[in-house]
Each structure stands twice: as C-alpha cells, then as structure tokens.
Nanobody, 123 residues
C-alpha cells in the first residue's frame, strides 16, 4: 500500500491550498480516508476524515468552515481543500487510510499512512 500526499507549500495567511493524496495497492473505495497534521513539538492530530462512501465526514473544530475533504474513488485520490489559512495551520499534513471504513478521527484506526507534505502559513 502506498499513499502519496502532495500540494503543500508556503503561503500567506488567508490563502488557499489543495492537498491531494493518491493511493495504490488497496481497494480505495472500501477505505475511509483521513487527513492529519503534526506541528513541531505537538502530537499528531486529526484534521478531517471521510467514510468509504463519503456518507460521513469529520472535521476538527479548528478547521470547520475552512477545510473540505473530498474523494474521487475513480482516481483513488482524496483531497483536502484548505481555505482562509492561518499561521496555526502550519504543520506537516499526512493522509491515512482506515480499513474499517467509518471515517473516524482516531489515529489508531488508520493502518496506512503517507509520507506527509509540509504546509507553512506566514502571517
């Protein structure tokens, strides 16, 4: 299984970015997908998640109304649209696949992880 995250970069506060995560080696449509982030000196935290059929989504309170998770099962890809970025969004962002399919925010339910992409938001 491989998850390849991309789309990170250096932006200014208020800008937008769209992260992508391509998956291979798994039946993508059966997996819930999640985005997590880890800032320096902090624990990894859940940002957003989507169930296998896109029927359930989760967003951390800190990103509600600004971030949107979506998936394209035909392309084996999950996206994270990030709008109105803030300096506190600065972190390495990881995508992960959850074989239980529920779209949980719990890290331990995600069995496969991508390598991470850096997002830096300047003030």
């Amino acid at each position: 299984v491989q998850l390849q995250a991309s789309g990170g970069g250096l932006v200014q506060a208020g800008d937008s970015l769209r992260l992508s995560c391509g998956a291979s080696g798994l039946t993508f449509s059966r997996y819930a997908m999640g985005w997590f982030r880890q800032a320096p000196g902090k624990e990894r935290e859940s940002v957003a998640a989507m169930s296998w059929n896109a029927g359930r989504t989760y967003y951390a309170d800190s990103v509600k109304g600004r971030f949107t998770i979506s998936r394209d099962n035909a392309k084996n890809t999950v996206y994270l649209q990030m709008n109105m970025l803030k300096p506190e969004d600065t972190a390495v962002y990881y995508c992960a696949a959850d074989p239980y399919g529920s779209g949980s925010s719990r890290l331990r339910e995600y069995g496969y992880w991508g390598q991470g992409t850096q997002v830096t938001v300047s003030s």
